[in-house]
Every structure is written in C-alpha cells, then in structure tokens.
C-alpha cells in the first residue's frame, strides 16, 4: 500500500490580493494603469495624477469617492486594486494625546505605530520598517525576535495614512498640522529595507499628498555603513545613528553589527552624508545603561568622538525588558552626562515620560511589537 501525500501547499495559500496603489509611486501608478487597461497610455499620467490626489491628499479608501473620474473607470480600477487600509488589530490614546496602533498587514504580519504629539514641529509618528529584526542589539528587545519580513513601501505609508485617519488630518493641511514629523525608529533596520524605504519617503514627502518635507523625516541605523551613501541619495532625509558606545570593543557588545562596521569607519560614512549642517544636524542615539556606558569619562570620549559633526544627542532612558542583563542608569547619572554634553555645546534632550499609561500595556504585545517605552520613544523621537 503506498503512502498517500496530500500537497497542502496550494489549499494553504491565500488567493493573491490586488495591488494596492495606495503604495506606489507616481511611475509605478501609471504604469499600473497601462498594464490593466485602466486607460489609454496617452491619458495613463492624466489619471495617475488625478488619482494620486485621492489617496495622498485626499486619504480616501474607496473609489467612489473619486468624484471626478468616470463611473466605468472606477469600476476598472475597484476591479482590479485594492486601496483600502490594513486591519488596525488594537488603537490606544493616552491621557497626554499619545497614539498607538496595531497594524496587521497580512495574517502574522504585525507592526506597532506611535504618534506622540509636542515632538518635532508639531507631533511625531514612529514607523516601523522591517517585522523583527536580523539584527541583535543586546539591550533591545525586537532583536530577540527573528525578522518576519520587510515591510512594503505600502505597507510603511500605510502606517501614516492610518494615523492622518484617526488625527483627522485629511485632506491633507498645508498649516497647524498634528503629524509634522516621521521618524523610522520602530521596529526594524531601515537600511536593510532601503528601496521600500526610500520608496515610502517618495510617496510621502511628495508635495501634492501627504507632503511632510524630507528635513522632517528621519531615518535610524544602528550603522550599515555601506548603505549610507545611499540613504542620502535616494531620500535626503535626516539621519539618526543608534550609537550607544564610543570604543569598538563595547560596541560590539552592544550592537554587533560594530564587528563588521567599526567606529572609525561609521564615523567617516556620518561626515560624508549629503547635506549636513547646523541647520541639518545628525541625531546620536545613546540609550543609558547602567554602569555600562553611562559615566562621565564616557561622555568626555562621545564629545571627542563627534568633534567637527554637525550633531545632537538624544539619550535614552533604557527600557527594561524580561530576561534582560542590564539596567536603566540613575536618572542623576542621566543629568551628569548629559550636563558634559551641554557643556560641550551639544543638545541632549532627556524628557519626562509620556503616554505611559498605554504604553505599559504594549509590554505585554510580545511577539508582534517592539518593547519601548513612551520614555524611551519621547528620548529617541527629539527631532526638529
Ligand atoms: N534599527 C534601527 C531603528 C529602530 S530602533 C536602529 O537601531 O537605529 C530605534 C532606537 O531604539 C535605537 O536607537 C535603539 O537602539 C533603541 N532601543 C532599542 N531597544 C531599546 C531599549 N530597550 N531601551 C531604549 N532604547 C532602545
Ligand atoms: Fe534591530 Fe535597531 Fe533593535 Fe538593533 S536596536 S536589534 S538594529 S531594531
């Protein structure tokens, strides 16, 4: 009797879903719009234009609402994409205004995003770009967690267009916005996902949609130095390096991407990227661990360190995670170093804690989300 085997593989597979458009660029739109048919070619840049507007400056999700292109077309185009947004899985507000939103883009595809106001111009949104990490950080918790995936360039505006949804911030201000600022400091390396990145940024800073300027968008690395050079062409966005560490050996430690990229060369990498200047300044992450990289001698290196960068410093109260070996520093300590950096004539804010009374319940979204607290997020998120 021979064995029998049942192939699952296709039973198991989702039918595909239709592109979405509301993550394509304008030249990805229209040729969309060619391949289906949707138009003529003549007229594909036409309706391409036409219905960028209503899903970047106008926000809608349903193609109806695009008044003014013809019935039969709306009808093409509902047949053959989709715009509507991810499920959001959970919505928190804090008592101070803070935001956060489980998205989950695909059946085990979750990310977290937060929009904390009073931060940058106006108010901040934190993105993420990758599900995971590859990365291992010792102190952090999303590099305890394996990479799902990259997020697609939809799925990263997605996260803006869902928080623009519930800020109410449609069509899209010109002026006294409440999401003035992305920063790409959620979950995931960015330069490991940089296309989708930086085909995100396009579509957002694009002036007739969402339109928030590329000085106010910024991308973290925990320093893939050779991807640099590339952030800064394909974006022209502000960069934060997550650095945490001014000798190769501790850094390792911490950020073990250091063995591949030592200091010396992200710190050459930093000084060559485009643009930089008082008015564009690069962010230093520095997250405080006790006994670890918190002491004075250490902040007297990072001012040696950063000579001659145009820079700031955030200094971020670590978070503490279960299993973790190490400790948030003394907020006194916190102060004496930053008080070196002042001295110095750096910026390094520390801010008081926001949004913890929703934010202590995200500990607990263990697989899907990244474990960083409204303090850590506040710390990180001080951007211009
Ligand atoms: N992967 C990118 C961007 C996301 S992490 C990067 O590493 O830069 C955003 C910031 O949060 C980084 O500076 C990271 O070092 C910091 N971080 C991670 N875990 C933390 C924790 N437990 N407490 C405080 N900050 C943390
Ligand atoms: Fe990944 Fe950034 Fe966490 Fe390091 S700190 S593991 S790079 S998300």
């Known amino acids: ?210 339109a928030i300027s590329r000085r106010r968008i910024t991308v973290s690395t925990s320093g893939v130095v050779p991807e640099i050079p590339a952030l800064g062409e394909k974006t022209a966005t502000m960069l934060a390096i997550s650095l945490h560490a001014t000798n190769d050996a501790l850094r390792n430690e911490l950020v073990p991407l250091n063995k591949k990229y030592p200091i010396a060369q992200l710190m050459e990498a930093i000084r060559s990227y485009p643009g930089l200047g008082n008015a564009r300044r690069v962010t230093f992450e520095y997250v405080m661990l006790k006994g670890v990289n918190d002491s004075v001698e250490e902040a007297k290196e990072l001012v040696r360190l950063l000579k001659g960068i145009p820079a700031k410093i955030n200094l971020i109260p670590f978070n503490p995670w279960p299993g973790t070996q190490y400790e948030c520093s003394d907020w006194a300590t916190i102060e004496r170093f930053a008080a070196v950096l002042n001295r110095a004539g750096y910026a390094s804010p520390i801010r008081t804690p926001r949004g913890r009374d929703i934010l202590a319940a995200c500990g607990q979204l263990k697989s899907e989300s990244e474990k960083i607290r409204a303090s850590a997020l506040r710390a990180m998120m001080q951007v211009d």
């Open 1 to 210: 009797m021979g064995a029998t085997t049942l192939d699952l593989s296709r039973a198991s597979k989702a039918p595909a879903s239709p592109p979405n458009l509301a993550g394509m660029t304008r030249d990805e739109l229209r040729q969309a719009f060619v391949d289906a048919c949707v138009c003529p070619p003549e007229k594909a840049k036409m309706r391409a234009s036409q219905v960028w507007r209503w899903l970047h400056h106008y926000g809608v999700t349903d193609f109806d609402r695009m008044s003014d292109v013809a019935k039969d077309t709306r009808a093409k185009l509902a047949e053959a994409f989709a715009i509507a947004r991810p499920e959001i899985v959970e919505r928190q507000v804090s008592r101070d205004g803070t935001r956060k939103w489980l998205i989950r883009f695909a059946p085990g595809i979750e990310a977290e995003t937060v929009y904390i106001p009073d931060v940058g111009r106006a108010g901040a949104l934190c993105v993420s770009s990758q599900v995971g990490c590859t990365l291992n950080c010792s102190f952090c918790h999303t590099g305890t967690q394996k990479l799902v995936r990259n997020l697609t360039a939809a799925e990263i505006v997605a996260q803006v267009q869902v928080a623009r949804d519930d800020l109410g911030e449609w069509p899209s201000p010109k002026e006294y916005r409440k999401l003035s600022n992305i920063v790409f400091m959620g979950m995931g390396e960015p330069l490991y996902n940089l296309d989708n990145v930086a085909d995100a940024i396009d579509i957002i800073a694009d002036n007739e949609g969402i």
